[in-house]
């Protein structure tokens, strides 16, 4: 973290309902939001992956917007994971009322700035889709990460910086991913049973993935390749990710 950065976020779910109306009654009424996944990563990531980096993201957010951290919403739009057990998904419906249902709550608790983040690909679409459904509420603002095409940019910094090309740097349990799990978490990771999946071209992968599921590329569901991966990597894509969502939430209401 970069010394210039704000005081501490506060953890919502920690606070009493009286600490959450003084925060904000002093000003601090804005909450950001991680909309993560329970999902297979591979043989070597845990389900939890994409629910751990935004608690992480989520966190690291907060803290540059002096905000309030909510719970991350742990269970996405998963319906292409399907393929390996132990995924869980629900609707693009059933995302879109959660949304909405989490953003009115927050709304009637005094919260004036709200910003959500997707840390689950397939949370991006239903994301843009749930937003343009609820449209303004008033007295708030939503900001919200929506083109899932941000997470190229995180592979095109490992090609760039590590010398890991794009097809392993990969979209999901790759060497980036794989990073920035062993970076904040490496108790859960087990580089022993990291192997390569689908290494090919990245835009072709999101072509297909969403519709057809990942196991129809990828027998392993790894896309990308881990080997690479290290802590070191990690912290660099985390610094990124964490000036990725500054730059898009930032840029424009949602």
Known sequence: MRSDEPIAAVVLDKCSWPEVKAEVERGRDCVVVALG???????HLPLATDALIGDHLAGLVAERL????????????????????????????????????LIHSLARG??????????????????????????????????????????????????SDHEVPLGCGGLHAGEWETSMLLAIHPDLVDMTRAEPGYTGNLQEALATLFHAGVDSISANGVLGDPAAASA???????DLAVDLVLASVNGGAS
């Not at 996944?37 to 043989?43: M, R, S, V």
């Not at 070191?232 to 985390?238: I, P, S, T, V």
């Open 110 to 159: 005094g919260f004036r700035k709200i910003v959500l983040i997707p840390t689950h690909g397939g949370n991006f679409a239903p994301l843009g889709a749930a937003l343009e459904q609820i449209g303004t509420v008033d007295g708030v603002e939503i900001r919200a990460l929506t083109d899932v095409r941000v997470l190229l940019a995180i592979a095109q910094l490992g090609e």
């Open 37 to 43: 996944a329970t999902e297979q990563h591979g043989p």
């Open 232 to 238: 070191e990597h990690g912290q660099r894509y985390w």
């Open 66 to 101: 002096d905000a309030f951290i909510a719970p991350t919403v742990r269970v996405g739009c998963s319906s292409h994971h399907l393929g390996f057990p132990g995924t869980l998904s629900i609707s693009d419906s059933t995302f879109g009322a959660i949304v909405a249902d």
